[in-house]
């Protein structure tokens, strides 16, 4: 036993002497190593950015996607094993379905985002199960009477939930958040918020480690009606360019 | 001379509210009374269908302290919150707020459908804005006659479907006849478990792919056709000869409209659960979908056989 904490890391049900559970933070290691996540809360909408790696050039642009839907206006990137996110989105969709049906009307991100960290947080409290190895950012905008809030949360694998203006998840999360603090979020648009985003996903990217990626965006925004949608493939195009131009502008 | 207290039943008229009353209690007794009898015991009890202390199974029911305005109803609701556990279900077995006719026409252009948007509570005019024409995906409207909260559920089941649909984002979208294959399953699955959903559906719509005009009928028991023209309830006596007469699939949208407009008034003046406040919703390839708002038609009340209803009609009084 070379350290205080060393067997301590098989169970997620024991705790180490000095107060820790060794497998809920490798689960948080699973989500570091995931490529960088981006969530950029703003004036009017919300924006959700990707930078996915391309794992063969085999595979069918535009698939598996990571950003997915869990109501019309709600929106979650997952960061880690995609199985896993996967599943904490689909459990996210039963949670806004069954909501609306019973109170008939959209579901609070804020209850949604409690409500998928109490179902991920239960992953770390049997031995039966392993924790769960996703970080979910979950992009909604509730409505008030004519008011619209958007709103942004972070549901992490040991079961905590943050609210947040801007975050960023995976490898290249430290440098994403400067990045993002330098942003002034709360006069942007949500249009300008795409192409901001395209240009961290872009600058912050190491082309060293993984030499191909496919950047997806997705937004809530006045222009999709406040509902969740895919950018524009032109809009996507327009600011990807823009990206990659200024990254080139500071490379000279 | 003062006008005597009439001393029959106030709008039934001489003896008909015993009557009703009697008949009803007579008819109603055997399940009836077993029922209520029982349902003060002990749930657990072995003895459920013994009636109680002194009570002959086949008694008539003692009268009530206030003469029954429908005793048929009141019967019916009793039997419904009577009914010892176990007992088969009685609910939504009796429509209660309904809608009439919906009526729908193939055009060049797509789908024109109309209805009233009356929600009667029996004969009563209860509720004048109802809206009985919805989306049910981009390009399918639903329209329903029948028990207005039966539809008002299958509509939550269709925003669901559709919800479910947007959220996949796979570019797939549910095209009017997938729409009406689901309700055809909904409605015959429901009469299967003998919970029917009261309603007469009719689908319309346009495939967005193809531009190919759809158009169905479903009824509460899950018949279902499919055809160039559709009708529900008295819209099918009323309106459906008129379709047969002068619906073509190439007809214009004027044509259309004054022909939906035509069957509509035929169904207002022959239809006493309908109102003069209708909409239509059209869908089309090129404009998508549209509900529009409510608009009345012009009447002509004047007509001899409606002012002398019985005059030409042998047999009648």
């Known amino acids: 036993m070379s350290s205080v904490g060393a067997g301590y890391d098989l169970s997620s049900t024991t705790f180490s002497p000095d107060g820790r559970v060794f497998q ?65 989105v689909n459990r996210a969709r039963g949670e806004c379905q069954n909501y609306k049906h019973f109170y008939g009307s959209a579901m609070p991100t804020e209850v949604l985002a409690e409500r998928i960290a109490s179902y991920v947080h239960l992953f770390t409290l049997y031995w039966s199960v392993r924790p769960c190895g996703a970080s979910t950012l979950v992009a909604g905008c509730d409505q008030s009477g004519g008011e619209r809030t958007p709103q942004l949360y972070l549901v992490e694998p040991n079961g905590v939930v943050q609210r947040f203006y801007g975050t960023a998840l995976g490898k290249a999360r430290q440098s994403a958040k400067s990045e993002i603090e330098k942003l002034d979020l709360s ?7 795409v192409k901001a985003a395209a240009k961290i996903i872009y600058q912050v990217h190491d082309e060293s480690k993984d030499k191909q990626f496919e950047l997806e965006m997705t937004w809530i925004a006045p222009e999709t009606d406040y509902e969740h949608r895919r950018v524009p493939a032109d809009m996507l195009a327009e600011a990807e360019a823009e990206a990659k131009a200024a990254i080139e502008a500071m490379d000279e | 001379m003062q006008p005597s207290l009439p001393s029959h039943h106030p709008l039934l008229g001489p003896d008909t509210a015993i009557l009703a009353a009697q008949q009803q209690s007579a008819s109603a007794s055997f399940f009836h009374n077993q029922r209520t009898n029982t349902a003060h015991q002990d749930a657990n009890s072995n003895a459920v269908l013994a009636p109680a202390s002194g009570a002959m199974p086949f ?37 209660y707020v309904t809608g009439t006719s919906v009526l729908a026409i193939k055009y060049k252009d797509g789908i024109m459908m109309a209805a009233d948007t009356l929600g009667a509570y029996g004969a009563t005019k209860r509720y004048k804005s109802i809206s009985r024409i919805v989306p049910a995906a981009p390009t399918t409207l639903v329209g329903a006659g029948g028990e207005i909260s039966d539809f008002q559920y299958i509509s939550k089941l269709l925003t669901e479907l559709n919800d479910n649909d947007v959220i996949r984002d796979d570019g797939v979208v549910l095209k009017p006849r997938e729409v ?138």
């Open chain 1, 24 to 88: 809920v933070e490798y689960a948080q290691k699973a989500v570091d190593n995931s490529g960088t996540v981006l969530g950029l809360r703003v004036r009017d909408g919300v924006v959700l950015a990707i930078e996915k790696p391309v794992i063969s050039k085999l595979a069918v642009p535009g698939a598996n996607r990571r950003i997915l839907s869990a109501d019309r206006s709600v929106g979650m990137a997952g960061a880690g094993l995609a199985a896993d996110c996967r599943m904490v």
């Open chain 1, 187 to 193: 006069s942007m648009s949500a249009k300008e918020a």
């Open chain 2, 59 to 95: 008694t008539v029911a003692p009268p009530q302290a206030h003469a029954p305005f429908d005793a048929g109803a009141l019967a019916f609701d009793a039997a419904i919150t009577n009914a010892p556990p176990g007992a088969p279900n009685k609910h939504t077995t009796y429509p």
């Open chain 2, 180 to 317: 009406f294959a689901y309700l055809q399953r909904v409605m015959y699955n429901r009469r299967n478990k003998f919970d029917p959903l009261w309603n007469s559906l009719v689908v319309g719509g346009v495939d967005q792919a193809t531009g190919e005009a759809f158009l169905g009928t479903c009824s509460m028991i899950g018949v279902s056709y499919t055809d160039s023209h559709v009708a529900t309830g008295f819209g099918n006596h009323l309106a459906r000869p008129l379709f047969r007469n002068e619906q073509r699939d190439d007809m214009t949208e004027q044509e259309a409209r004054a022909l939906l407009e035509k069957a509509l008034r035929v169904c207002y003046y022959r239809d006493k659960n309908s109102i003069n406040k209708f909409v239509i919703g059209t869908v089309t390839k090129e404009s998508g979908m549209k509900v529009s708002e409510p608009f009345s038609l012009s009447t002509e009340w004047g007509y001899d056989a409606f002012v002398h209803p019985t005059k030409h009609a042998l047999g009648s009084w």
